[in-house]
Structure formats: structure tokens, C-alpha cells
């Protein structure tokens, strides 16, 4: 993606880090020149179409299709939400916490909100276990002690909001089958940065947004 005017004079200012540059997107990305297109034709099209029914799920429709296609899934897998925050908060409210399988287990890569949401649980019966962060990474160790035959749920974050730490996603996915648990993936700060295939990695349900790396704006994911 060409940088913005800003980015080249900034670089100028700081010509010691044009080589190294930590890339780290805390909130959100530039819009890239693609998206800032779309939104013009959009709000070209609201004066020329208006709202036709069929125009806009066609186009709701494309959108689905491509993120399918991002991560090698099929487009009928794919849900449309306004943030990642309702598309976990959706899936969690399909849970029922009242049998043996009680416990949600959160890596402490977590970020908040997951935590949150899976907090808010309790008050349906779930129990929250939190892996813990050893130095800057968690090791699969722990997740062996965390999953069990009672867990309903692990959430994982692909890549750690605070450290950049990887997760061994494959490996812990695989754990947690053989205990009957499914996963959540968390690869909003993944996606755009790494190739990643739905299928390879055998995840349950990924949630991602397009704020950041996809350099998109928020308000989908």
C-alpha cells in the first residue's frame, strides 16, 4: 500500500526509522485507498440508487464472500456482525453453562472484551479459568492443565494485543477436541498480517474485524 503524505513527511523528519518501524496498531489502521474509493462510490450510489433492497445484499453478499475466501471458508460460515464484541457475545449466549461442561477457558492473551463476555456468563452458571501469561507467552503447558472434560468453551487470541506473541493455535485446538471442547479464535490482530486457513488451523469460530490490518474502517466484522 503507497503511504499516505503524512507517513512520507513523518519519514522524512525520522529518517532513523525508515528500516525499523514497530507496526503495532493499538486502535486502527490507515484507510487504504481502495476503501476510501468505496466510500465514495457509496455515497454516490445512496444519491443514484437510494436503498434498492437487492442492490445492497448483493453487495452485503460480496463483502461475505471475500472474507470467506481471506480465511478458506465458505461464504454460508461466514456471519456479518457490527464488532467483534456482538459476534462473541452472540455465541456465547448459545451456551448452556447448567451441565457438566461449566467452564470457559480464557488465555490471558485475551483481549478484554472476550474476558468481559465471557465473565458475564457466570451469571448463567459458567465458570471462568484464565491461563496465564509466563513472561511474554503462554505455554502450551498450561492450557493442558486448564482444559479438561468440563470445559464448554476455549477462547484464544491468535496474536497477543500486548506482547505480539503467536499462539500455537493448531496445537492447542487439537487439545482442546480431544477434551470435547470447541474454540474460539480471537485473529483480529491476525488477520492481514498472516495467512490463515480455517481449515488448517481447526478452529470452531474465528472472529475478526477490519479496522486494523485489513486497513477498513469499524463498524464490520
Known sequence: MPLLPAADHWRSQFPIFQHKIYINSCSQGALAHEVREAYSAYLADWDAKGSPWEYWVERGEAARG???????????????????????????????????????????????????????????????????????????EAFERAIDDETALVALSHVSFRTGARQDVAAITHLAHRHGAPVLLDSYQALGTLSIDVRQLGVDFLVGGTLKYLLSSAGLA
Open 66 to 140: 471475500a472474507f470467506a475466501r481471506l480465511i478458506n471458508a465458505s461464504a454460508d460460515e461466514v456471519a456479518v456482525m457490527t464488532s467483534v464484541s456482538a459476534g462473541v457475545s452472540a455465541l456465547a449466549s448459545c451456551f448452556d453453562f447448567r451441565g457438566r461442561r461449566s467452564k470457559i477457558v480464557v488465555a490471558d492473551f485475551a483481549f478484554p472484551t472476550v474476558g468481559q463476555i465471557a465473565h458475564a456468563q457466570e451469571l448463567r452458571g459458567a465458570r471462568i479459568a484464565h491461563v496465564p501469561v509466563v513472561g511474554a507467552t503462554i505455554p502450551y
